[in-house]
């Protein structure tokens, strides 16, 4: 049923209701009830692994969502092209470029269901308003035993009076049989309850211990909270997740911060002893941090400050003084005055200080001025406030005052403008991760333009992409908030410009070690694979000594044929290993694996090779098993990759 698939995944992105009765909120809350979520948890069939569950409020508030974008589609020039091209092309697929509930043959008032069996078994409920339109949107067909059957391999009929599709079919026999309140139960791992609410149970990752994960939304206009929780990490995951200790700050003095507890995910990435300034090492520096990294940027303000917690400021204070023999601080003109390195960036029409004070190590303005308030948000309270592994948070507006060099508006390309677009109605981000036990938790909230009132979203609307880059955006914004100095914008406009620098540049750092420490961990969860094939080879090639006072003779070239890589990272052919030495050595590989295996043997001596590229960047590793005989009997080596190649 891939036009349903479409339809989903449509309203899903397009956001929250853009209510006109309700009062401006920027502080999703739990619902007040769950007994419809409850029900339609309850239809699970027998052996759910997981699923996930809408309320009507939630389809309400992706269809208002999804109106309201379109409506942003159709007004402003720079997108009204991509608009006549998705009418067309929804059009083509559906039938209807209009993507509310009563077009879809869908229901108001009504939620609905998705559960998972196996991997390819499914079941969904339906919030069905009118089956035939429904059909006939998503190219199914009615049948005349009162089943209605879609390409995609869905068979839907009334159940319990309620519309659910399932494949195979036999699952609709088991719809209700499941625990559901086992279901809701698992909820609670994710601290709450939602709108949009998903579990998984056991989810087999081949790393170990199953993982289960649950995760709730809390909607309201123009925002949303997500909550959830991980269960079942390995240890060397959880490990690097440690909390930042009581770095509780005040929320009404910052637009944006970020805290990070650097060290534990700096352990495990391997540091260069790359000189810095003479006496002074990159591994000096990072070994010297002693709890987390802070990044706060108060409201109205672009000037960041950064405190980094040292054991010994010595190494970071030698780095100081000679900042302008390092290349790039000296092409910035870098200069010290009193233990202070001074450095001009043009680029941001910043100037920052580096110097050192108590046992802290500080980027930003020595002596700045103080900070303006703003009425804090629940969110932003609550990722403050919090004790966190990491926290980052951002609030304001693009449209802030501030000073951005001039940029020809001509010389932008389209999609440039389409960004400019976008962050312009993006008004809050924040997210904290921390660990409990064995279990990861974490909040995750976001709040656009659409929490303001009808009047303010008009205006801000009004305002072209160009108006940032000329320098004319930040009047009429002006003018926006003093109209509505109740409204969120209000408070937006005075958190500025510089507190989504926040977040962006906390993602950025955080990938930067991140990424390459989970890839590791990626390729050590999949290295047990080669080990395993191996040493149930040298098994049985120690078998084969034993009956025939030989090896088999013979070379197999890789197997399967075809890299790894050219099936989505995984080999999965159960019909290569028909190879008479592999028949011989009762091998073969029936599962999805990660590496190719080799062999060559003159019978005295084997070689058997395991080699793969795990994260198909074109170079692979290869693990090799070798074997000889003597008097003793069958002796073997393996011979691993050197760390860090691939």
């Given at each position: 049923?891939?036009?349903?698939?479409?339809?989903?995944?449509?309203?899903?992105?397009?956001?929250?209701?853009?209510?006109?009765?309700?009062?401006?909120?920027?502080?999703?809350?739990?619902?007040?009830?769950?007994?419809?979520?409850?029900?339609?948890?309850?239809?699970?069939?027998?052996?759910?692994?997981?699923?996930?569950?809408?309320?009507?409020?939630?389809?309400?508030?992706?269809?208002?969502?999804?109106?309201?974008?379109?409506?942003?589609?159709?007004?402003?020039?720079?997108?009204?092209?991509?608009?006549?091209?998705?009418?067309?092309?929804?059009?083509?697929?559906?039938?209807?470029?209009?993507?509310?509930?009563?077009?879809?043959?869908?229901?108001?008032?009504?939620?609905?269901?998705?559960?998972?069996?196996?991997?390819?078994?499914?079941?969904?409920?339906?919030?069905?308003?009118?089956?035939?339109?429904?059909?006939?949107?998503?190219?199914?067909?009615?049948?005349?035993?009162?089943?209605?059957?879609?390409?995609?391999?869905?068979?839907?009929?009334?159940?319990?009076?309620?519309?659910?599709?399932?494949?195979?079919?036999?699952?609709?026999?088991?719809?209700?049989?499941?625990?559901?309140?086992?279901?809701?139960?698992?909820?609670?791992?994710?601290?709450?309850?939602?709108?949009?609410?998903?579990?998984?149970?056991?989810?087999?990752?081949?790393?170990?211990?199953?993982?289960?994960?649950?995760?709730?939304?809390?909607?309201?206009?123009?925002?949303?909270?997500?909550?959830?929780?991980?269960?079942?990490?390995?240890?060397?995951?959880?490990?690097?997740?440690v909390a930042s200790g009581n770095q509780k700050l005040d929320p009404t003095k910052l637009a944006g911060f970020a805290v990070m507890n650097v060290a534990p995910l700096l352990a495990g990435v391997p540091i260069p002893p790359e000189t810095v300034v003479p006496g002074v090492t990159l591994t000096d520096l990072t070994s010297n941090i002693n709890g987390a990294v802070t990044i706060t940027i108060p409201p109205g303000a672009l000037m960041f400050d950064v405190r980094v917690p040292m054991k010994d400021t010595a190494p970071a204070q030698k780095v100081i003084d000679q900042c302008p023999t390092i290349p790039p601080l000296a092409m910035l003109g870098a200069k010290v005055d009193k233990g202070?390195?001074?450095?001009?960036?043009?680029?941001?029409?910043?100037?920052?200080?580096?110097?050192?004070?108590?046992?802290?190590?500080?980027?930003?303005?020595?002596?700045?001025?103080?900070?303006?308030?703003?009425?804090?948000?629940?969110?932003?309270?609550?990722?403050?406030?919090?004790?966190?592994?990491?926290?980052?948070?951002?609030?304001?507006?693009?449209?802030?005052?501030?000073?951005?060099?001039?940029?020809?508006?001509?010389?932008?390309?389209?999609?440039?403008?389409?960004?400019?677009?976008?962050?312009?109605?993006?008004?809050?981000?924040?997210?904290?991760?921390?660990?409990?036990?064995?279990?990861?938790?974490?909040?995750?909230?976001?709040?656009?333009?659409?929490?303001?009132?009808?009047?303010?979203?008009?205006?801000?609307?009004?305002?072209?992409?160009?108006?940032?880059?000329?320098?004319?955006?930040?009047?009429?914004?002006?003018?926006?908030?003093?109209?509505?100095?109740?409204?969120?914008?209000?408070?937006?406009?005075?958190?500025?410009?510089?507190?989504?620098?926040?977040?962006?540049?906390?993602?950025?750092?955080?990938?930067?070690?991140?990424?390459?420490?989970?890839?590791?961990?990626?390729?050590?969860?999949?290295?047990?694979?080669?080990?395993?094939?191996?040493?149930?080879?040298?098994?049985?090639?120690?078998?084969?000594?034993?009956?025939?006072?030989?090896?088999?003779?013979?070379?197999?070239?890789?197997?399967?044929?075809?890299?790894?890589?050219?099936?989505?990272?995984?080999?999965?052919?159960?019909?290569?290993?028909?190879?008479?030495?592999?028949?011989?050595?009762?091998?073969?590989?029936?599962?999805?694996?990660?590496?190719?295996?080799?062999?060559?043997?003159?019978?005295?001596?084997?070689?058997?090779?395991?080699?793969?590229?795990?994260?198909?960047?074109?170079?692979?590793?290869?693990?090799?098993?070798?074997?000889?005989?003597?008097?003793?009997?069958?002796?073997?080596?393996?011979?691993?990759?050197?760390?860090?190649?691939?």
């Open positions: 049923m891939r036009s349903l698939v479409l339809v989903v995944a449509a309203l899903l992105v397009a956001g929250c209701k853009k209510d006109k009765a309700a009062p401006p909120s920027p502080s999703p809350k739990q619902p007040l009830s769950t007994a419809e979520q409850d029900t339609l948890w309850k239809l699970a069939p027998a052996g759910t692994l997981g699923g996930f569950v809408i309320s009507s409020k939630g389809l309400a508030s992706v269809e208002g969502g999804w109106l309201a974008i379109r409506k942003l589609f159709q007004s402003a020039p720079e997108l009204m092209p991509i608009a006549a091209k998705l009418d067309a092309e929804l059009t083509k697929e559906l039938g209807t470029p209009n993507l509310t509930l009563a077009e879809l043959g869908l229901a108001p008032g009504k939620g609905g269901a998705f559960f998972v069996v196996s991997e390819d078994d499914v079941v969904v409920i339906v919030p069905i308003g009118d089956r035939a339109k429904f059909v006939k949107v998503a190219k199914g067909t009615q049948n005349q035993d009162g089943t209605d059957t879609f390409k995609d391999g869905l068979t839907c009929k009334m159940v319990q009076s309620f519309y659910a599709c399932a494949k195979p079919v036999a699952l609709l026999d088991q719809i209700g049989k499941s625990d559901g309140k086992a279901l809701t139960d698992r909820l609670a791992m994710a601290g709450g309850r939602g709108d949009l609410e998903g579990v998984a149970d056991k989810i087999d990752t081949k790393l170990g211990t199953p993982i289960q994960f649950a995760v709730v939304g809390q909607l309201e206009r123009g925002g949303a909270v997500f909550r959830g929780a991980v269960k079942g990490l390995p240890p060397m995951v959880t490990s690097k997740l202070v390195c001074h450095v001009a960036v043009p680029q941001m029409m910043l100037e920052l200080d580096a110097w050192t004070e108590g046992k802290e190590l500080r980027v930003g303005k020595k002596g700045g001025t103080q900070a303006a308030s703003v009425t804090p948000t629940a969110a932003a309270t609550e990722l403050a406030q919090g004790e966190w592994a990491f926290s980052l948070y951002g609030r304001g507006t693009l449209l802030g005052e501030g000073q951005f060099p001039p940029i020809p508006i001509g010389a932008m390309p389209e999609e440039a403008k389409y960004a400019l677009r976008a962050m312009m109605f993006l008004n809050e981000v924040g997210l904290g991760v921390r660990v409990d036990g064995d279990t990861v938790r974490f909040v995750a909230a976001a709040r656009t333009a659409w929490s303001n009132p009808d009047d303010v979203v008009a205006k801000l609307v009004a305002i072209e992409p160009a108006a940032i880059m000329q320098g004319q955006a930040a009047a009429s914004a002006k003018q926006i908030a003093s109209a509505s100095p109740s409204s969120p914008f209000a408070q937006d406009f005075k958190a500025g410009l510089g507190g989504l620098m926040i977040p962006a540049a906390a993602v950025g750092m955080l990938a930067a070690v991140a990424i390459p420490a989970f890839m590791d961990y990626q390729k050590k969860a999949k290295r047990p694979e080669a080990l395993l094939h191996l040493n149930r080879l040298a098994k049985n090639l120690k078998v084969a000594h034993i009956s025939d006072d030989a090896f088999p003779k013979g070379k197999v070239a890789l197997t399967p044929a075809k890299p790894c890589c050219e099936n989505q990272g995984k080999c999965n052919d159960p019909a290569a290993w028909q190879h008479p030495i592999w028949q011989a050595l009762d091998f073969s590989i029936d599962e999805p694996h990660f590496y190719r295996y080799s062999y060559e043997s003159d019978g005295k001596t084997f070689t058997v090779k395991a080699v793969g590229d795990l994260d198909c960047d074109g170079t692979a590793v290869e693990y090799v098993m070798q074997g000889t005989t003597d008097a003793q009997g069958v002796t073997t080596k393996l011979v691993e990759p050197a760390p860090n190649t691939d």
